[in-house]
């Protein structure tokens, strides 16, 4: 006797409701999930305690769904609005009360309540002093939001605790401590919490771009190179041995590079695609790269892609296209933290040196973070 397909939920269901939300994010309705996601949690939020006690099923899917909607919210950078979905948990789940409230913390420095949330992070940390993931925590919210001292302090402390213990977070550690010496423009004890995280999990390969990145803006091109050699994404290291060649002078080896990566699928690697798709523009033609970009953007849609493509298409001189593809990278910096309300005057470079339309130029300079000087360059 074969067993019968499982009921589909009626659409008004709590069960149909959550599937619905799920269906409108896959989908990209990331509104109309939001709005059926507050829908459901409402009426959850509603029921009787004897209700909840004949269907446990039900408060554990009011669980879910707040996460899942404070998760939304939190992707949107609607901050104030996540942390106050997320609090209602402390009232109808508090035995986790914990978690809570170190999410609550974290949406706050999010928020702008920078203060009020690192304390209570503190505080959380100080009543399990000997767990690392406090003082982990901390480190890297104060990183984020540039308060460095205490950053610092919080990560030493993360790490003397790790080593006593050999717990598992060593590498989480080293890796925090690298971006909080890079974003400090302290080059040399970065590279050593680099390599240091890199022996502790060899994944941290992927991540190589970063260090030679930081090289090649201080300066030390042969350094860099070392650094390139030992990335195993040959779009990301072919990329950046042309642009060192390009600020070294050399351009003949530059184009040569990215001729090179340009040959390559960029459907053949995980992640590094605009390494791929930068080198194609920096040749000159930007047809290859819009045709990749059109049919991978929805996939590969990163604010570094959507940048990209904003140049490419003004290249073609569709400035209009250019202008709303740079609007949609700003919004998602935007929700990043911490958040950014210009394009990087790296990418305008890029662009005023691949586009020779001034009026086209002129039109899309003022989505990007540009110093003006007396020669308005």
Same mark, same amino acid.
């Given at each position: *006797?074969?067993?019968?397909?499982?009921?589909?939920?009626?659409?008004?269901?709590?069960? %149909?409701?959550?599937? !619905? $939300?799920?269906?409108?994010?896959?989908?990209?309705?990331?509104?109309? $999930?939001?709005?059926?996601? !507050? !829908? @459901?949690?409402? =009426?959850? @939020?509603?029921?009787?305690?004897?209700?909840?006690?004949?269907?446990?099923?039900?408060?554990?899917?009011? =669980?879910?769904?707040?996460?899942?909607?404070?998760?939304? +919210?939190?992707?949107? %950078?609607r901050?104030?609005?996540?942390?106050?979905?997320e609090?209602?948990?402390?009232?109808?789940?508090?035995?986790?009360?914990?978690?809570?409230?170190?999410?609550?913390?974290?949406?706050?420095?999010?928020?702008?309540?920078?203060?009020?949330?690192?304390?209570?992070?503190?505080?959380?940390?100080?009543?399990?002093?000997?767990?690392?993931?406090?003082?982990?925590?901390i480190?890297?919210?104060?990183?984020?939001?540039?308060?460095?001292?205490?950053? /610092? #302090?919080?990560?030493?402390?993360?790490?003397?605790?790790?080593?006593?213990?050999?717990?598992?977070?060593?590498?989480?550690?080293?890796?925090?401590?690298?971006?909080?010496?890079?974003? *400090?423009?302290?080059?040399?004890?970065?590279?050593?919490? &680099?390599?240091?995280?890199?022996?502790?999990?060899?994944?941290?390969?992927?991540?190589?771009?970063?260090?030679?990145? *930081?090289?090649?803006? $201080?300066?030390?091109?042969? #350094? $860099?190179?070392?650094?390139?050699?030992?990335?195993?994404?040959?779009?990301?290291?072919g990329?950046?041995?042309?642009?060192?060649?390009?600020?070294?002078?050399?351009?003949?080896?530059? !184009?040569?590079? &990215?001729?090179?990566?340009?040959?390559?699928?960029?459907?053949?690697?995980?992640? %590094?695609?605009?390494?791929?798709?930068?080198?194609?523009? =920096?040749?000159?033609?930007?047809?290859?790269?819009?045709?990749?970009?059109?049919?991978?953007?929805?996939?590969?849609?990163?604010?570094?892609?959507?940048?990209?493509?904003?140049?490419? &298409?003004?290249?073609? %001189?569709?400035?209009? +296209?250019?202008?709303?593809?740079?609007?949609?990278?700003v919004? *998602?910096?935007? /929700?990043?933290?911490?958040?950014?309300?210009?394009?990087?005057?790296?990418?305008?470079? +890029?662009?005023d040196?691949?586009?020779?339309?001034?009026?086209?130029?002129?039109?899309?300079?003022?989505?990007?973070?540009v110093?003006?000087?007396?020669?308005?360059?």
């Amino acid at each position: *006797m074969s067993t019968p397909p499982p009921r589909t939920p009626l659409a008004d269901s709590y069960e %149909g409701l959550h599937s !619905r $939300a799920h269906s409108l994010v896959r989908s990209g309705d990331v509104e109309g $999930a939001i709005a059926l996601y !507050r !829908r @459901l949690v409402e =009426r959850l @939020l509603r029921l009787s305690d004897q209700i909840l006690e004949r269907r446990p099923e039900l408060r554990d899917l009011h =669980r879910r769904a707040r996460l899942e909607l404070t998760s939304l +919210l939190h992707q949107m %950078g609607r901050f104030a609005e996540a942390l106050e979905v997320e609090e209602v948990l402390l009232e109808t789940h508090p035995e986790e009360a914990e978690d809570w409230r170190r999410d609550l913390a974290v949406l706050r420095i999010a928020k702008g309540e920078v203060e009020e949330g690192l304390a209570e992070l503190r505080t959380l940390a100080e009543q399990k002093a000997q767990h690392v993931g406090g003082w982990l925590l901390i480190g890297s919210e104060a990183r984020i939001e540039g308060q460095f001292a205490e950053s /610092r #302090e919080t990560l030493d402390r993360a790490l003397d605790l790790c080593q006593a213990e050999d717990c598992d977070d060593l590498a989480d550690i080293h890796y925090e401590r690298f971006l909080l010496y890079r974003d *400090m423009k302290e080059v040399d004890e970065a590279l050593a919490a &680099w390599e240091a995280a890199l022996r502790h999990n060899p994944e941290t390969i992927k991540t190589i771009r970063e260090v030679y990145t *930081m090289l090649a803006g $201080a300066g030390r091109y042969s #350094e $860099a190179l070392r650094y390139v050699e030992r990335d195993p994404n040959p779009l990301q290291a072919g990329f950046q041995r042309g642009l060192v060649a390009s600020l070294s002078g050399n351009l003949v080896q530059a !184009r040569e590079e &990215w001729r090179q990566v340009a040959s390559q699928d960029p459907g053949q690697v995980e992640y %590094g695609h605009d390494a791929w798709v930068e080198s194609v523009l =920096r040749l000159g033609d930007p047809e290859p790269a819009l045709e990749w970009l059109q049919e991978s953007l929805g996939q590969y849609g990163t604010a570094r892609l959507l940048v990209l493509s904003g140049i490419g &298409w003004a290249m073609r %001189g569709d400035g209009d +296209l250019a202008a709303r593809l740079f609007q949609q990278a700003v919004t *998602m910096l935007r /929700r990043q933290r911490p958040p950014k309300s210009k394009l990087e005057g790296t990418d305008w470079r +890029l662009l005023d040196s691949l586009v020779t339309d001034e009026e086209t130029k002129k039109a899309l300079k003022p989505y990007f973070a540009v110093v003006e000087t007396i020669w308005g360059r």
